[in-house]
Nanobody, 123 residues
Framework: VQLQAFGGGLVQAGGSLRLSCAAS????????IGWFRQVPGKEREFVAA????????DFRDSVKGRFTISRDNAKNMVYLQMKRLKPEDTALYYC?????????????????WGQGTQVTVSS
């Protein structure tokens, strides 16, 4: 599977963005998909994940209640809806695929990464 993330941009604090992750390949629905983010000088961190059928999800604590994740296996797409954005959400966001069927937040479980899309939240 190959992944491409897009939808980032510049938004004011309190605003919303929806990131999309487009996947190629006929086996998309056998992977869980995660979103991670990274700022310069810091390690990549888990943001959200969704299981192969959308039945399981996981979020880092700081985005719970603000971010939602969904997938459309018919379209090979995963979406990260981000609301009430904060300046600390500013980062390069990546989507990644894991052979784990359930949502997983462990970076080591992901084997395929897309290129990042920049999200900048101004105060």
């Amino acid at each position: 599977v190959q992944l491409q993330a897009f939808g980032g941009g510049l938004v004011q604090a309190g605003g919303s963005l929806r990131l999309s992750c487009a996947a190629s390949g006929r086996t998309f629905n056998t992977y869980s998909i995660g979103w991670f983010r990274q700022v310069p000088g810091k390690e990549r961190e888990f943001v959200a994940a969704i299981g192969w059928d959308g039945g399981t999800t996981d979020f880092r604590d700081s985005v719970k209640g603000r971010f939602t994740i969904s997938r459309d296996n018919a379209k090979n797409m995963v979406y990260l809806q981000m609301k009430r954005l904060k300046p600390e959400d500013t980062a390069l966001y990546y989507c990644a695929a894991s052979r784990w069927l359930a949502a997983t937040g462990r970076l080591q479980n992901y084997h395929t990464w897309g290129q990042g899309t920049q999200v900048t939240v101004s105060s």
